[in-house]
């Protein structure tokens, strides 16, 4: 069954000021619909097309089918990324992952900045992840298309560093983008959601 360019969780402009409605038109309907329909295609070329998208992410690694992976992999980080994201979020967690983040960091303040440091710190395309690792809570980066997945880790929340993510809005200022996702969209309930799914 062909992996489908799933609908945005909001409306187009429910992330502005922070990021704009042609950010995300463009985001969602030409970078992540593209990954897509690579993806699909090159699937059913090696006769894969039954698997679901993250069984096609681990399987394309597996088989070093590198082409695969990155259109696979992109497809299925950036329909992650979008639910990492909400209008009314980002700022101090609750539930479940506030108690990781107090027991796993120095607290919140510790925990944002690290995000904030590694989402800067990745040179060049690649993606800033909250991932839990074992019982424990880590923030870690991946380059271009990578994905923690892949290497048993499942991600909780992830913030994409790719300039079409930002450039439109901050130019080459990924400092005031991250700033942005970190203190007014990450979606605390989505993170509740994995790490409840993962344990
Ligand atoms: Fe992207």
Do not use: C
């Amino acid at each position: 069954m062909p992996i489908t360019l799933e609908p945005l969780p909001y409306a187009r402009d429910a992330l502005e000021p922070y990021i704009s409605a042609r950010t995300v038109e463009l985001h969602h309907g030409k970078h992540q619909a593209g990954y897509v329909e690579r993806a699909n295609k090159m699937l059913e070329e090696a006769g894969l097309g039954a698997l679901t998208l993250e069984e096609a992410v681990v399987r394309a690694r597996t088989l070093r089918n590198q082409k695969l992976f990155e259109n696979a992999a992109q497809a299925w980080n950036h329909a992650f990324y979008w639910k990492s994201l909400r209008p009314g979020g980002g700022g101090e967690p609750h539930g479940a992952i506030a108690e990781l983040i107090a027991r796993d960091f120095d607290g919140y303040a510790a925990f944002a900045g690290e995000l904030r440091d590694a989402a800067l710190g990745r040179f060049g395309s690649g993606w800033a992840w909250v991932v839990v690792d074992g019982s424990r809570l880590k923030i870690t980066t991946t380059p271009n298309a990578d994905v923690p997945l892949v290497d048993g880790v499942r991600p909780l929340l992830t913030i994409d560093v790719w300039e079409h993510a930002y450039y439109l809005d901050y130019q080459h200022q990924r400092a005031a983008y991250v700033g942005a996702v970190i203190e007014h969209l990450l979606n605390w309930d989505h993170a509740n959601a994995e790490l409840a799914a993962a344990n």
